[in-house]
């Protein structure tokens, strides 16, 4: 079958980044957006290459049209449960009747199948569309990356540029965090998306840094050590999550809220790869923590 590859979330900065590396691949791209999408980000698909259509997600003919053809389709949607959910379901369907072979869904996070439900409300949602597409007649890769490296350059409490301050849970100060970033996962989904062979899952990180790791890095990008603070447990930072969740239930609308990103922050010191497939791909060049920290550097 030729590589034609389907993207959907293609707008988003990540959609489009892996539909650029797909179309440098040589292969043909096809990008489902919404009729609503911003035409200057439609406009900047088709310059590359790439076969821009316009989609209901809640019609299905709409859906099955785009996908007939199609040897792969890769999610990069951004959403609450009415998209991670309800319109990759749609996708989903629409890719299995069209007799499409593989489905890479928007699963670019940590490795949420080694986390127990409801700590992480945003991964909870993936939860629930893995079941969904294992028990499809569809071949599914998700790619996981850990977090994006980009998180370490909003000032959080991981790596707080401002109060030159690093924070970590239970005596983890070496804990090892996976982070990747967006154009490395990019390369990788691309590649994958034109592999046949790819397993149920693989695990990349650009790089793996510990909270002591960061500290080192601070003195070399700041000429300051930043100070690392001890958290106390992580069971007691989930209890402290819960807490705030539960006095913000107005968040449950929104895609981060704070208790949202601090379920993030959790997931970090909770889970990490258990091995990594960054070589599965020899071509792959990662970019390191130094790098990945330079753009915050004075």
Not at 16 to 25: D, F, G, N, P
Not at 124 to 136: A, P
């Amino acid at each position: 079958m030729k590589n034609i590859i389907l993207v959907a979330g293609a707008t988003g900065n990540l959609g489009e980044q892996i539909s650029r590396e797909l179309v440098s691949r040589g292969a043909s791209v096809k990008a489902i957006v919404r009729n609503e999408s911003d035409p200057k980000k439609t406009q900047a698909l088709q310059d590359i290459g790439v076969e821009v259509i316009a989609a209901d997600f809640n019609n299905p003919s709409h859906l099955l049209s785009a996908c007939k053809g199609v040897s792969c389709v890769v999610s990069a949607l951004a959403g609450l449960h009415d998209v991670i959910v309800t319109a990759q379901l749609q996708l989903l369907k629409a890719a299995i009747q069209a007799g499409v072979p593989r489905f890479i869904p928007s699963d670019f996070c940590t490795d949420y199948t080694q986390l127990p439900k409801g700590v992480n409300r945003n991964f909870d949602l993936r939860k629930e569309f893995e079941s969904l597409i294992n028990d499809s007649d569809i071949k599914a890769t998700s790619i996981f990356n850990g977090a994006f490296a980009y998180v370490l350059q909003y000032g959080t409490p991981l790596f707080d540029t401002r109060n030159k301050t690093i924070i970590y849970y239970e005596n983890k100060k070496d804990w090892k965090i996976d982070f990747t970033t967006v154009d490395d996962t990019a390369a990788f989904t691309a590649m994958a998306a034109l592999d046949e062979s790819t397993p149920r899952h693989l695990h990349i990180a650009g790089f793996q840094v510990s909270p002591q790791d960061l500290a080192d890095l601070s003195i070399k990008l700041y000429g300051d050590a930043f100070k690392l603070i001890e958290g106390g447990s992580i069971e007691q930072f989930l209890a402290f999550i819960n807490v705030q969740r539960q006095a913000h239930p107005e968040g449950e609308n929104e895609l981060y809220p704070q208790w949202q990103q601090m379920q993030y922050l959790y997931s970090m010191f909770a889970v990490h790869h258990p091995q990594l497939d960054n070589s599965r791909y020899p071509d792959t060049t990662w970019t390191n923590a130094e790098d990945a920290l330079k753009p915050i550097s004075h």
